[in-house]
């Protein structure tokens, strides 16, 4: 039961939420872009990883050959 | 790891999610995401228990292993089906859950036709 995983996403959440909110301030409305794209990256890269381990435990409770 | 935790995980999961959603809406759908497959890695091992038990009756009842094999492939198939058109649906896709759902669907008949065509002969046979 990984809790740490969620509070892990949500404070990326969190954290680019508010970059992007103090970037648009200082004017740099690009690389509050940039750093929504990479949190969303980081992400995703998570979420892959976590669905390929829920496949393959699928795929061996089940009985997938 | 009782009912208990599962629920008060689900439901702080949930708040995170609903505090997301404002400012960064995909990285609220992929939190959803990560809370489904944590839950279910939970459960699973009460699942894979169940199954285990159900195949040693079966042998012990010398079934056919094919028959109980196709069974739980079939359930593999709904559930994962299942799991994606729920997310697409959470993420207001509904045309794409349709079409996870309808996939599944086919992948499940495609699975069952070979326990029709067994069905069939042998209900042939008792009348010929």
Redesign the interface.
Known sequence: MNVDLIFKVAGIGILISVLSLVLKQAGKEEQGQMITLVGLIIVLIMVIQLISQLFTIVKSVFGFF | ?DIV?IVA?GL??TI?VV??KQ??P???L??S???G??I???I?GK??AV?DLLKELANKANLNVMYL?TI??I??IA??AE?GAQVCRDAGEGAIAAKLEFAGKVLIMVLAIPIIIMIVETISKMLS
């Open positions: 790891m935790q995980f702080i999961g995170l505090l997301l400012q960064r995909e990285l609220a992929q939190l995401i990560i809370l497959v944590v279910f890695g939970v699973i699942i894979a199954v094999g739980f492939k359930i593999g559930y994962i799991f």
